[in-house]
Nanobody, 118 residues
Framework: QVQLVESGGGLVQPGGSLRLSCVVSGSIFSVNAMGWHRQAPGKQRELVAAVSSGGRTNYADSVKGRFTISRDNAKNTVYLQMNSLKPEDTGVYYC????????????WGQGTQVTVSS
């Protein structure tokens, strides 16, 4: 059984910062790519940022220069540092991980709400 547990969401004013964390636990052989998606009200879920097992990162154009994704392989944890937040960053943020157990598949967290509002 693999679980992803997110934390760090909340309410923040425009221009503020938040740091999201996502811990992967369970009977894991390896954790490969990890990342974050978000879903705003009335919109489709979109990729925000991803990081490979080797540390290569990619970002949505809308967050480049403001968000930073990182991972701690020893802790099976992925982070998303979000700076200069804008109201359009509001949404539910979901972490994911490609995890190898007896096979390899994508797992999702339960989501954490981020609200950017004055």
């Amino acid at each position: 059984q693999v679980q992803l547990v997110e934390s760090g969401g909340g309410l923040v004013q425009p221009g503020g910062s938040l740091r999201l964390s996502c811990v992967v636990s369970g009977s894991i052989f390896s954790v490969n790519a990890m990342g974050w998606h978000r879903q705003a009200p009335g919109k489709q879920r979109e990729l925000v940022a991803a990081v490979s097992s080797g540390g290569r990162t990619n970002y949505a154009d809308s967050v480049k220069g403001r968000f930073t994704i990182s991972r701690d392989n020893a802790k099976n944890t992925v982070y998303l540092q979000m700076n200069s937040l804008k109201p359009e960053d509001t949404g539910v943020y979901y972490c994911y991980a490609i995890v190898t157990t007896t096979n390899s598949r994508k797992y999702w967290g339960q989501g954490t709400q981020v609200t950017v509002s004055s």
